[in-house]
């Protein structure tokens, strides 16, 4: 599973992450991480609020930090 935050890396694109990582952990996801700062990158997923989270291409969460059961129903 591929997971990406799109931010410019601010506090909460850190929470976040770590978040994202604390969910696929506690699930047992083997996952691999990407940073996204650059905004034409971001922007490219049609996101126009940071922290947004992309789950194997596909766009989750824009513009918050879901809970981390809410997280957890996002990579499930």
């Known amino acids: 599973m591929k997971i990406q935050i799109l931010g410019p890396g601010c506090a909460k694109c850190s929470k976040l992450m770590d978040t994202a990582k604390t969910a696929a952990m506690e699930l047992g996801i083997a996952c691999d991480f990407e940073k ?6 971001i922007m490219g997923f049609g996101v126009m609020m940071t922290p947004g989270l992309v789950v194997d291409g596909v766009v989750k969460s824009v513009g918050k930090v879901p809970s981390l059961e809410e997280m957890k129903k996002l990579l499930q």
């Open 36 to 41: 996204i700062s650059d905004v034409n990158q």
